[in-house]
Structure formats: structure tokens, C-alpha cells
């Protein structure tokens, strides 16, 4: 989930809420939702969380590593597709934003069941 990534981060950085909160110009206690899950944070707030932590909103939307950590280095056109949508995402209002990350969560956790479901029936040799 995004906010368990978040917290990740922000502890690998040694930071608390409060400071989290600081650098992203946001409350400490959005900041405490977010990583509960019970908030996901608009277009611009991806924006500073990928410039905090220097990591890719691929990473922080979806959880996907390379070698260099949380660094994720798309291809040239993922990264131009990425981008597209960086630049949509600005354009819409919070709650678009808020939707259009809750689908990509929801559609990611979808992904990950039916991948594990797959797998079991392999194991099982269904």
C-alpha cells in the first residue's frame, strides 16, 4: 500500500511525522492518515514525496524495486507515459487525483491476487 511505503521511506530517512510533515508544506496528522491508509495523497503531493525521498511515484504507487534500491529506471516509453500522466495528474483537481489513485492501487492489488492465485494453482498443479 502507498502509505506502508511512505512510512518506509520516511524511516529509512530518520524523519518523523512532523518533519515528513515540514518538508511537504502538509500536517503532520495527513501525513499520519496517508501512511494508515485512511487518505491517499493528491498529484502534487506525489510530487514532493518523489522529490523528498528521490524516488520514482512508480515506486510509491506501485512498490516496484530495481537494484538501486527504490530507484526505478523505466524504459524510454514507460518513462514518456509516466510523465504524460505526472502532467494530467497536475492538471486535475484533488479528488480526480485522489480517484485516479485509488483505481491504480485497487487495479495493483487485483493484479497481485490474481497473480497469487496463479501461482498456487501451479503449485497445485490445477
Given at each position: 500500500?502507498?502509505?506502508?511505503?511512505?512510512?518506509?521511506?520516511?524511516?529509512?530517512?530518520?524523519?518523523?511525522?512532523?518533519?515528513?510533515?515540514?518538508?511537504?508544506?502538509?500536517?503532520?496528522?495527513?501525513?499520519?492518515?496517508?501512511?494508515?491508509?485512511?487518505?491517499?495523497?493528491?498529484?502534487?503531493?506525489?510530487?514532493?514525496?518523489?522529490?523528498?525521498?528521490?524516488?520514482?511515484?512508480?515506486?510509491?504507487?506501485?512498490?516496484?524495486?530495481?537494484?538501486?534500491?527504490?530507484?526505478?529506471?523505466?524504459?524510454?516509453?514507460?518513462?514518456?507515459?509516466?510523465?504524460?500522466?505526472?502532467?494530467?495528474?497536475?492538471?486535475?483537481?484533488?479528488?480526480?487525483?485522489?480517484?485516479?489513485?485509488?483505481?491504480a492501487e485497487e487495479k495493483?492489488?487485483?493484479?497481485?491476487?490474481?497473480?497469487?492465485?496463479?501461482?498456487?494453482?501451479?503449485?497445485?498443479?490445477?
Open positions: 500500500m502507498i502509505g506502508d511505503r511512505i512510512k518506509k521511506l520516511r524511516k529509512e530517512k530518520s524523519l518523523s511525522q512532523q518533519e515528513l510533515a515540514d518538508l511537504l508544506d502538509t500536517s503532520p496528522s495527513y501525513v499520519s492518515e496517508i501512511e494508515k491508509g485512511k487518505k491517499i495523497p493528491g498529484g502534487n503531493l506525489l510530487f514532493s514525496l518523489k522529490r523528498v525521498f528521490g524516488v520514482s511515484i512508480d515506486y510509491l504507487m506501485s512498490g516496484e524495486e530495481d537494484a538501486n534500491n527504490h530507484i526505478v529506471q523505466p524504459a524510454k516509453q514507460t518513462s514518456i507515459v509516466v510523465d504524460l500522466i505526472e502532467k494530467l495528474l497536475l492538471e486535475m483537481n484533488e479528488e480526480a487525483q485522489r480517484d485516479v489513485l485509488k483505481y495493483k492489488q487485483l493484479s497481485e491476487l490474481l497473480a497469487k492465485k496463479k501461482k498456487r494453482r501451479a503449485v497445485n498443479g490445477d
